[in-house]
């Protein structure tokens, strides 16, 4: 059984009416995702029937349980939400659920030919193979021409935006919807991040990933810097036990990112080479719990994960789905401070986040009314961004 949430006083972010965000998540880039699927992969007949059934049942039915053969099923055996309409539960649960569901249409975790086929990477690989990745790899040359305070501030910068483009989120914007993106920090604790690292060192730090490709570059890049410049004797990657979210990072997807830097010129490859050392003698710990796919926000975490985080100088959370699991997926007042929301978390917590759902904490009041004097979709069209920090 789980047990209640820190957070009951606060309604949790239901699916909802059309119209909400959420609902057009489960409406419109769900069954999008779907055929994206479908195209990318020639599955033989079984699982297009498979497809075509959770299609029909998230477009018209109920949320039916995975089947009692399916691998890991027993985890998800006690959630009370099956037999409800998938538009009556809770948001983060239901996405989630939905991923789960969609691996188990095609196989993903059953022994036999499709046994731990990704069905995201063709669109993982495509978007590393661009030439705007080049780009980015090259820019990376220019660090020794900036201070040391510059060369920080560009580097979680980089990290920080390169969520903006997740592929979850392309599948309802479109390309053009990313490039005039305002680079807006609605929040910017940065200094705060940089002082917590510098009081707390020689220490750890966990890097809790978000997605792979654009932005698992920059976060291994930013993992070098920490450990370079000695803020972090190591960095624990935690990263996506299976594919999830359409983009999020797997160790798969981190070990082709490596590849990616170190064939790559310059100091992106000086990094790859570093990094890769940094895996072999225990800097960079590559880290896969099974709560990372879990349904629930991070105070429901179990034991073993708080003390990984308990033990840290400091947890940087990557995202937006971190962001929601960290706070709880819930209706809080945007000027509830950040530092109560979090105040469960077991050490000190930086989120790096471009806002892509209702969700946030931490504003100012000032700086609400601005944003909602402005563009409508402010919360959740990736046009702005901030670094939290609870020490
Ligand atoms: O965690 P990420 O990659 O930054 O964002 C995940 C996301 O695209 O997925 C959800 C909707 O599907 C939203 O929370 C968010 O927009």
């Not at 079984?46 to 890991?72: M, N, S, W």
Request: charged letters at 25%; one cysteine or more.
């Amino acid at each position: 059984m789980t047990r209640p949430s820190h957070h009951t006083d606060r309604a949790p972010v239901v699916v909802g009416t059309p119209g909400s965000f959420a609902r057009s998540v489960l409406d419109e880039r769900h069954p999008a995702l779907i055929e994206r699927v479908r195209r990318a992969t020639p599955y033989p007949p079984a699982r297009q029937r498979a497809l075509d059934a959770l299609l029909d049942e998230i477009t018209k039915g109920f949320i039916e349980p995975l089947d009692d053969g399916e691998p890991g099923a027993e985890r998800w055996r006690d959630e009370p939400y099956y037999g409800q309409r998938w538009a009556d539960v809770p948001f983060l649960w239901a996405e989630s659920f939905f991923y789960r569901r969609l691996l188990a249409a095609l196989r993903h975790f059953t022994p036999g030919p499709w046994l731990g086929i990704d069905p995201f990477a063709p669109f993982k690989n495509a978007e590393l193979a661009g030439a705007e990745v080049d780009d980015e790899l090259s820019a990376l040359d220019r660090l020794p021409g900036l201070t040391p305070q510059e060369r920080d501030r560009t580097l979680l910068l980089s990290s920080l935006w390169g969520n903006r483009a997740d592929l979850g989120f392309q599948l309802s914007t479109g390309e053009a919807g990313l490039a005039d993106r305002v680079r807006g920090l609605v929040v910017d604790d940065s200094h705060t991040l940089w002082e917590v690292l510098a009081a707390g060192r020689p220490g750890r730090v966990c890097l809790v990933a978000d997605n792979a490709g654009p932005e698992l570059l920059p976060d291994l890049v930013l993992a070098d810097h920490l450990l370079t410049t000695g803020r972090a004797t190591s960095v624990v990657l935690h990263l996506k036990p299976y594919p999830y979210y359409v983009s999020d990072a797997t160790t798969a997807d981190t070990l082709v990112c490596l590849d990616r830097l170190t064939g790559a010129s310059g100091h992106a490859a000086a990094a790859g080479e570093r990094l890769r050392q940094a895996v072999g003698d225990g800097r960079l710990i590559l880290r896969t719990h099974a709560f990372s796919c879990a349904p629930r926000p991070y105070d429901l975490m179990p034991a073993d994960l708080r003390e990984d985080f308990a033990s840290a100088t400091l947890t940087v959370m990557k995202g937006d789905l971190n962001y929601r699991r960290l706070v709880g997926d819930r209706h809080w007042p945007a000027t509830t401070p950040f530092a109560e929301a979090t105040a469960y978390f077991p050490g000190p917590v930086a989120a790096l986040r471009t806002l892509k759902s209702d969700v946030v904490t931490g504003l100012a009041s000032s700086t609400l009314e601005e944003l909602d004097a402005g563009a409508a979709a402010w919360r959740t069209s990736g046009t702005h961004a901030l670094v939290q920090v609870r020490t």
